[in-house]
T-cell receptor, first 112, second 112 residues
Framework: IAGITQAPTSQILAAGRRMTLRCTQDMRHNAMYWYRQDLGLGLRLIHYSNTAGTTGKGEVPDGYSVSRANTDDFPLTLASAVPSQTSVYFC???????????FGPGTRLTVL | RKEVEQDPGPFNVPEGATVAFNCTYSNSASQSFFWYRQDCRKEPKLLMSVYSSGNEDGRFTAQLNRASQYISLLIRDSKLSDSATYLCVVNMLMEYGNKLVFGAGTILRVKS
């Protein structure tokens, strides 16, 4: 693994189903983030984690949950998916406050 | 008012042209600034950081005006490969730590 990986690459999901998007980084970065990107709205922060064991809510957290059991992994869970959660989801990480933020390749999620 | 605002474009320019993008931000306590580039259906990647004194990287020049709270990106001698969406990013200091706020992006199309 080099950088950040996300899985799955894409997914079509029935409304009401539970789904976990996976994110793993091998750069030992402290901070990790989940964004969604929708046309015309740019990247919006869903949840973040400044360090392993801590998480926080971003701009659009409703309907999503995260955990940060270790430094490398930061999964995002949709407990009961709704069509408005159709989006492209990017995971990101960075070492510290002013450092570059690196993004994963994204997960395209469609909720029908 | 959005925290970071950009002209969405698209900017359609011929090869070899010079093009400039501006971005305004609302939080005067913002700490650092970046331009990211995003290709279609790909993750954002850092193009350059923006320093108070302005900085240049080849054909790209970034400027910061703290008094007016805007950031600019100038691209000289545009290439076809410059076609992408350019994201203005502002690092804001919040009570829980640093938060990167992304503009919605400016679309650039360079044509032959």
């Amino acid at each position: 693994i080099a950088g950040i990986t996300q899985a799955p690459t894409s997914q079509i999901l029935a409304a009401g189903r539970r789904m976990t998007l996976r994110c793993t980084q091998d750069m030992r970065h402290n901070a990790m983030y989940w964004y969604r990107q929708d046309l015309g709205l740019g990247l919006r922060l869903i949840h973040y984690s400044n360090t392993a064991g801590t998480t926080g809510k971003g701009e659009v957290p409703d309907g999503y949950s995260v955990s940060r059991a270790n430094t490398d992994d930061f999964p995002l869970t949709l407990a009961s998916a709704v069509p408005s959660q159709t989006s492209v989801y990017f995971c990101a990480s960075r070492a510290g406050g002013d450092d570059e933020q690196f993004f994963g390749p994204g997960t395209r999620l469609t909720v029908l | 008012r959005k925290e970071v605002e950009q002209d969405p474009g698209p900017f359609n320019v011929p090869e070899g042209a010079t093009v400039a993008f501006n971005c305004t931000y609302s939080n005067s306590a913002s700490q650092s600034f970046f331009w990211y580039r995003q290709d279609c259906r790909k993750e954002p990647k850092l193009l350059m950081s923006v320093y108070s004194s302005g900085n240049e990287d080849g054909r790209f020049t970034a400027q910061l005006n703290r008094a007016s709270q805007y950031i600019s990106l100038l691209i000289r001698d545009s290439k076809l490969s410059d076609s992408a969406t350019y994201l203005c990013v502002v690092n804001m200091l919040m009570e829980y730590g640093n938060k990167l706020v992304f503009g919605a992006g400016t679309i650039l199309r360079v044509k032959s």
